[in-house]
T-cell receptor
């Protein structure tokens, strides 16, 4: 119940294409859903985050779509660039436990081919 | 503004030893969280400290402990090391506890032989 399931494990997209990564959760007590980007040798960095009262949030080329009834959320990267090649993690935190205690998905290794 | 600084970046220990990892948060940040990252288990929450008090704890054995000092710097300690403790240990800081963006350091890579 505390898990966040992420798919796919790896993804290859052509430059200029759309990258889509999906996550699903069971626990309805989750109320904060961030996405992190991690480059090799670096720590994760926050990309974009959403709360369940919003169905979509867009920041530049990055969009989170949130489906509360299906308990799913996804990251869309528009016009994907080689510099977007990294590992992406979805995460969730529970109401009352704070945004610091995150449950992470297993990660998606994204490769953008030039 | 300097980011989150973790030391040491790499270390090798043998089974049964203990290790202490250090984290200096971003200036002004009072919350420090620790995560373990492994290929098999992914990123797992260890604990969070705010104002020198442990606010939250993950599902790790008591061999894993931490503390925070009055200047917000934090240390975590792992005693009686096991092979399975080999991992990247990440520290993250945030302005306050409860909400807000986590800023991660580059991690301390521990290898247990």
């Amino acid at each position: 119940q505390q898990q966040v399931k992420q798919s796919p494990q790896s993804l290859i997209v052509q430059k200029g294409g759309i990258s889509i990564i999906n996550c699903a959760y069971e626990n309805t007590a989750f109320d904060y859903f961030p996405w992190y980007q991690q480059f090799p040798g670096k720590g994760p960095a926050l990309l974009i985050a959403i709360r369940p009262d919003v169905s979509e949030k867009k920041e530049g080329r990055f969009t989170i779509s949130f489906n509360k009834s299906a308990k799913q959320f996804s990251l869309h990267i528009m016009d994907s660039q080689p510099g977007d090649s990294a590992t992406y993690f979805c995460a969730a935190s529970m109401k009352g436990q704070g945004a610091q205690k995150l449950v992470f998905g297993q990660g998606t290794r994204l490769t953008i081919n030039p | 503004k300097a980011g989150v600084t973790q030391t040491p970046r790499y270390l090798i220990k043998t089974r049964g030893q203990q290790v202490t990892l250090s984290c200096s948060p971003i200036s002004g940040h009072r919350s420090v969280s620790w995560y373990q990252q492994t290929p098999g288990q992914g990123l797992q929450f260890l604990f969070e400290y705010f104002s020198e008090t442990q606010r939250n704890k993950g599902n790790f054995p008591g061999r894993f402990s931490g503390r925070q000092f009055s200047n917000s710097r934090s240390e975590m300690n792992v005693s009686t090391l096991e092979l399975g403790d080999s991992a990247l240990y990440l520290c993250a800081s945030s302005l306050s506890s409860g909400k807000g963006e986590l800023f991660f350091g580059e991690g301390s890579r521990l290898t247990v032989l």
